[in-house]
């Protein structure tokens, strides 16, 4: 073996290798830094590939120079530029195969074989470009090139493995840049034994002179340049990740409510933020644990399910109602995040928490808002009859009150408009009216009749409102209609009762007026009898007394309008006093050709009546059935118990009564009768109102008329 591959200066081996031990340091520093950063990535790894290609190359260099230095004015600079290259590109191409997220042992034997080419590449080129010839043995290189390639592997196995990794342990990369260095210089000097050369090589002793010595200094004034230029690289890499951590805080400080545990929950940190809101100082707060801050609101078993959730490592998210100093309360939304030791275990927990205060008090609100329109709601459905309706007046929406009213259900109704209630009471001018006011934005009041499903009527007081859109145009329409058909019959009472107090009024004067020249007219004309013996006279005389007899009958007709007689009740059996009139009409009744019967189930029914003033009204409501059938027909007088009431009904199939003219039955004056006054139904009216009853009066265009008597039993 030659003195080039056998023989070197083991000062100039000490340097190589101390500065391939700050090169491989320096390029796992920065290719390690990679992995944890998101910026500067690039530059990063150019600067780390340089820097390992230049240990590489140094390595090699200083040791072939060291063994001789005349070949230095034979050396070619073209080739020693481009083993620098190749070195560097080697090392970027393994070091590139390890930047995933998970790296696995294909990864690491790629990396490997790229650093151990970039050697051997090294080695190789600096050999030619001393212009001096070589011969490999074979299987020396590959054991060489075997030897380097696990060193490398394993130094890379105990940097990146998630074994060692995971820990974070401060040894790795000192120990993992040692085993680098180790393999850099051994497969130095393996593929020198490996080599055989073919020139001669003078041996030299001028490793002393000035040159070496600036040859050495250059060295190492390149690679303490580009040792300097990464440390630059990695410190403006570690401001810039400061700076972040800096921004990160602030932002953290601006919004966010911050505090960090130790593993008991003790507190360590807060930020300015948790000072701000908890109206504690930090000095107050340190070394507490957050039941300082608890309110009371939440039972033992959230707290117990938020500690066993953070103690399992486990991220803890939820409300929570905290107590300030002063005793007012606020509400947070919180994070609460573990953070583990080696063994899984929690070290500390950081807490990050948003005031949702306002929030929390919106819901409330909200809440309460609803529940208002809930009670709302609950209380229209009970008490009105409410529809909604869209801006063309479709039924979208009703309650049950309205289903009730109208009969209609739901599904009859939703989709139809009010149309389907008509009456045919109100003129069109009137529904006209009413869309024009609350087409118009404006709210409408007023009373309508309907008709029910069932064909009866019934009367609402309306308010209709209209809803408006953001053009003040409506878009749909609420309707609150209250019941109003019992005070409707009553005010039609009423105003029955005026006309009766007014025609009682002028019955009284009339009355007064015609009784005495009645009473001197029949004195007279029974006083003329006592001498009369004409029998032609004596008619004429009895045809006198029979027409003051009828005038008599209507005064005292106006003589009941104007001072109805004290009724005087007595309990009585009613049935034989209706058999009693029904038997005195038969004759009447059979003359008309009328079918006169009575239908009643009970033999006794009780009542207080004064029996004269009902026959009279019996009478009445007969005598009329039998005069509406002309032609004869069917009248049926029958009774039935209803609750504590007994009804009488009187039913004749004639003529009927026209519903406009239904109404007006019982006015003074008002008849349907060619020769009738007016009073007789007015005074039957009176005589069962004074005995607490009513009359209902059903009727149908030549289907006939019943007329219904409805009074108050005696409970046994």
């Not at 998630?162 to 593929?191: C, D, M, N, R």
Request: aromatic share 10%; charged share 20%.
């Amino acid at each position: 073996m030659n003195a080039l591959l056998g023989t070197f200066h083991p000062y100039f081996i000490v340097i190589a290798i101390g500065l391939t031990i700050m090169a491989s340091y320096t390029s796992l520093d920065m290719f390690t830094l990679i992995r944890s950063s998101n910026q500067n990535k690039r530059l990063l790894f150019l600067g780390g590939s340089l820097s390992m290609g230049i240990g590489i190359w140094v390595m090699n260099f200083m040791a072939l120079i060291s063994a001789d230095t005349n070949r230095l004015a034979s050396y070619h600079i073209p080739l020693t530029i481009l083993s620098i290259f190749i070195g560097i590109a080697f090392t970027g191409m393994a070091f590139l195969a390890l930047f995933g997220k998970t790296i696995r042992l294909p990864h690491l034997l790629i990396g490997s074989s790229f650093l151990t080419l970039a050697v051997i590449a090294i080695q190789v080129i600096g050999l030619y470009a001393m212009d001096v010839s070589i011969k490999y043995n074979v299987l020396l290189l590959l054991f060489s090139g075997f030897v380097i390639f696990g060193s490398f592997l394993f130094s890379l196995w105990i940097l990146f493995s998630s074994s060692y990794s995971q820990g974070h342990q401060s040894w790795l990369k000192p120990v993992s840049a040692l085993i680098i260095s180790g393999a850099i210089t051994e497969g130095h000097f393996l593929l020198k034994r490996a080599a055989t050369t073919t020139s001669e090589v003078v041996q030299s002793s001028n490793t002393d002179s000035p040159f070496f010595i600036f040859l050495v200094l250059f060295v190492s004034v390149l690679i303490t340049g580009g040792l300097i230029i990464s440390s630059m690289l990695i410190s403006k890499q570690l401001a810039a990740t400061d700076t972040n951590l800096k921004d990160i805080k602030a932002a953290l400080d601006a919004s966010t409510i911050v505090a960090i545990t130790d593993r008991y929950g003790n507190i360590s940190f807060v930020n300015d933020k948790f000072e701000e809101i908890s109206k504690y100082q930090k000095e107050e707060i340190i070394g507490k644990n957050h039941r300082i801050l608890n309110s009371g609101y939440h039972p033992k078993e959230f707290f117990q399910q938020l500690w066993k959730t953070i103690q399992a490592g486990q991220i803890w998210r939820g409300e929570i109602r905290n107590k300030a100093k002063d005793g007012s309360f606020y509400w947070v939304d919180t994070t609460i995040v573990p953070f583990l030791n080696k063994k899984g275990k929690p070290v500390q927990y950081i807490a990050i928490r948003s005031d949702i205060s306002k929030r929390k008090k919106a819901e409330e609100n909200l809440r309460e808002t609803i529940k208002e329109n809930v009670d709302i709601k609950f209380a229209l459905d009970q008490s009105s009859i409410v529809a909604f309706t869209d801006a063309r007046g479709k039924i979208t929406s009703v309650n049950e009150k309205f289903c009730e009213i109208s009969k209609y259900s739901r599904e009859e109704i939703i989709g139809m408009d009010h149309r389907i209630l008509n009456s045919g009471y109100h003129p069109k001018d009137f529904f006209k009216n009413l869309w024009k006011t609350i087409g118009e934005g404006n709210v409408w009041k007023g009373e309508i009749r309907n008709k029910a499903k069932d064909g009866t009527y019934y009367w609402v007081d309306t308010t209709i409102v209209p809803f408006l859109n953001d053009q003040a145009k409506p878009y749909q329409y609420l309707a609150i209609r209250n019941d109003i058909t019992e005070r409707k019959k009553t005010e039609e009472v009423l105003h029955r009762q005026d006309k009766l107090a007014a025609v009682g009024q002028l019955a009284a004067g009339v009355a007064h007026e015609i009784r005495n020249p009645l009473t001197s007219m029949k004195g007279y004309t029974e006083f003329l009898q006592l001498d009369e013996k004409d029998p032609e006279r004596m008619e004429f005389l009895n045809i006198i007394l029979d027409e003051i007899d009828r005038v008599n009958t209507i005064v005292e007709d106006f003589m009941v309008l104007a001072k109805p007689k004290a009724v005087e009740l007595e309990e009585k059996n009613v049935v034989p006093v209706i058999r009693n009139v029904v038997s005195l009409l038969e004759f009447e009744a059979r003359k008309k050709n009328v079918r006169l019967s009575f239908n009643c189930n009970h033999e006794i029914i009780q009542i207080e009546c004064d029996e004269n003033r009902l026959k009279q009204v019996f009478l009445n409501f007969i005598k009329n059935g039998i005069e509406a059938m002309p032609n004869g027909g069917d009248l049926l007088v029958k009774t039935a118990i209803q609750d504590n009431n007994v009804q009488i009904s009187i039913q004749d199939s004639g003529v009927g009564i026209p519903k406009d003219k239904l109404q007006k039955l019982g006015e003074p004056f008002y008849t349907t009768k060619r020769n009738g006054n007016g009073l007789g139904l007015m005074v039957s009216f009176k005589i069962i109102e004074s005995h607490n009853g009513k009359v209902f009066v059903e009727s149908e265009p030549n289907k006939g008329t019943t007329f219904n008597i409805l009074l108050p039993t005696k409970i046994a």
